[in-house]
């Protein structure tokens, strides 16, 4: 085997054996609820949020992937609630997940109908009733408490 193929070998696994980094959004109306996705892959609601573009920060890619999704502005982050690197909190693949409050404004809707089948605010009280997506529901629970967390 040639030096190159070896060299490229070695190469793609170096790059395809990585986590993927995404940010999930925590977005919080004036009135205090947060707003949520129902995902259309598995039908639960859970955070907006998605992968970091190539050249994109993390802000950017939150403010992207809201609007995306819910069609919401960012206003303002309010703070870091989390670094979650599970190897299995996403069944799809090994992501690390960079959780952002966020101040937002607008209204609420499917901004991107391939991924989300619906977008609603909800109270905290009524999130921590549902059986959210990935790990979501420890994000909000770290965000309600006050934590920044790094798991």
Not at 44 to 60: K, S
Not at 78 to 97: M, N, Q, T, W
Not at 104 to 133: K, Y
Request: with cysteine.
């Amino acid at each position: 085997m040639s030096y190159f193929w070896y060299a490229a070998r070695i190469l793609l696994r170096l790059i395809l054996r990585r986590p993927l980094v995404g940010a999930c959004v925590i977005p919080i109306l004036s009135d205090g609820s947060v707003v949520l996705i129902r995902r259309k892959d598995s039908g639960r609601w859970g955070l907006p949020g998605g992968l970091i573009d190539w050249g994109e920060d993390i802000v950017t890619a939150a403010r992207r992937e809201l609007v995306e999704e819910t069609g919401l502005r960012l206003i303002a982050v309010e703070r870091l609630v989390g670094v979650y690197s599970a190897p299995y909190r996403d069944s799809r693949f090994h992501s690390i997940c960079v959780a952002l409050a966020t101040t937002v404004e607008g209204t609420p809707e499917v901004a991107d109908p391939q991924e989300v089948l619906e977008v609603q605010a909800f109270s905290l009280s009524e999130v921590s009733q549902l059986n959210l997506s990935h790990d979501h529901t420890r994000q909000l629970q770290d965000y309600v408490c006050g934590r920044t967390t790094l798991a």
